[in-house]
């Protein structure tokens, strides 16, 4: 019982490499997202509006893995929460400003 155990746990994914597996399927998403939206010529304050409640899945997949990290490595409960939630914010944020500048130049962003 004790071996197995201990292979499930040397198995299990370890909290950096979910982070970065979530990290990319969500900045996927939202570059996805943000290309449609360009193309179909969404204004910026919609596009604002819209971007923190598109990609849910992998949102909540990512924040769930550096919460997991933080606590991984003796953060609280509050302080993981937090600093997942900052990381999203500014991953909206700065796709925000990504939108806007292809906005205003017309142009959309390369695959």
């Known amino acids: 019982m004790l071996i197995t155990t201990l292979?499930?746990?040397?198995?299990?994914?370890?909290?950096?490499?979910?982070v970065d597996t979530t990290r990319a399927a969500?900045?996927?998403?939202?570059r996805d997202d943000m290309k449609k939206s360009l193309e179909a010529k969404v204004e910026e304050a919609e596009y604002e509006m819209?971007?923190?409640?598109?990609?849910?899945?992998?949102?909540?997949?990512?924040?769930?893995?550096?919460?997991a990290l933080g606590r991984s490595g003796g953060d609280s409960v509050?302080?993981?929460?937090?600093?997942a939630d900052m990381q999203i914010e500014d991953y909206h944020a700065n796709f925000t400003d990504k939108f806007k500048d292809y906005?205003?130049?017309?142009?959309?962003?390369?695959?």
């Open 103 to 111: 906005k205003s130049n017309n142009s959309l962003p390369g695959d």
């Open 26 to 30: 969500f900045t996927k998403c939202l």
């Open 78 to 83: 509050a302080v993981a929460t937090e600093d």
């Open 7 to 18: 292979l499930l746990a040397a198995m299990a994914p370890a909290p950096t490499g979910a």
């Open 50 to 67: 819209a971007v923190k409640s598109n990609c849910s899945a992998e949102r909540d997949a990512f924040r769930a893995a550096v919460i």
